[in-house]
């Protein structure tokens, strides 16, 4: 039985890791979507102060354009972390789908078992 305790505790762990590796993708990407963001505001206002928009024109901003180019990095990175996500997402099911599985009900030859060592406890108590 303490063997199954246990097989059972590590699945669980296992379970909660990968819901963590989750959740660290998930804040991961909503904190480069925010920066990007960010980023973008940054580069349409600098935009309007100089008054040139055309990226190609020799007299664009240096700062909107290492602006822009590190907000399409993040883009990048995000989509990086979604095809991240999507597969941590997949071993996190797997993993509960496991626990589940390893913390179903015993067998019916368990339980039987199980049933029976209970009903003789309880007769040598009365």
């Given at each position: 039985m303490k063997s199954r305790e246990a097989a059972v505790r590590l699945k669980r762990f296992e379970a909660d890791e990968k819901a963590r590796k989750v959740a660290e993708l998930e804040h991961m990407i909503r904190e480069f979507e925010g920066m990007a963001s960010d980023l973008d505001r940054q580069v349409k206002a600098e935009e309007e102060r100089t008054g040139v928009k055309d990226p190609t024109h020799f007299a664009y901003s240096t700062f909107a354009?290492?602006?822009?180019?590190?907000?399409?990095?993040?883009?990048?990175?995000?989509?990086?972390?979604?095809?991240?996500?999507?597969?941590?997402?997949?071993?996190?099911?797997?993993?509960?789908?496991?626990?589940?599985?390893?913390?179903?009900?015993?067998?019916?030859?368990?339980?039987?078992?199980?049933?029976?060592?209970?009903?003789?406890?309880?007769?040598?108590l009365r």
């Open positions: 354009r290492s602006a822009g180019q590190r907000r399409d990095n993040l883009h990048s990175s995000v989509v990086g972390l979604m095809a991240k996500l999507e597969a941590a997402q997949r071993e996190r099911d797997d993993a509960l789908e496991q626990l589940s599985l390893a913390d179903a009900p015993a067998t019916r030859e368990e339980l039987r078992t199980r049933r029976r060592a209970e009903r003789s406890a309880s007769a040598t």
